[in-house]
């Protein structure tokens, strides 16, 4: 009997969680996207800079096209 339960024993899975495969994960964005936000983000930086020097037509003008035309350029790609 003990030769069973040994057996039994040994063949048991051991305890935890099970190993599972992770499933394939595709990014969102690609590397045209991430261009374009780092060309959104600097067009932006820029339009601060100018505001910050005193320019009253340019830094709107980089702002407006920034945060309205690139970054959501940028998210709508493909």
């Known amino acids: 009997m ?3 339960a040994d057996a039994r024993r040994r063949n048991r899975r051991p305890a935890g969680p099970k ?3 992770p499933p394939s994960v595709e990014l969102p964005f690609g ?5 374009l936000f780092g060309i959104g983000a600097l067009v932006i930086v820029a339009g ?3 505001l910050a020097g005193g320019s009253i037509t340019l830094a709107p003008i980089l702002l407006l096209l920034g945060y ?3 970054i959501p350029w940028a998210i709508l790609a493909k």
């Open 48 to 50: 601060y800079v100018a």
């Open 19 to 21: 190993a599972v495969t």
């Open 31 to 35: 590397r045209k996207n991430y261009l």
């Open 2 to 4: 003990s030769n069973a």
């Open 68 to 70: 309205l035309v690139v």
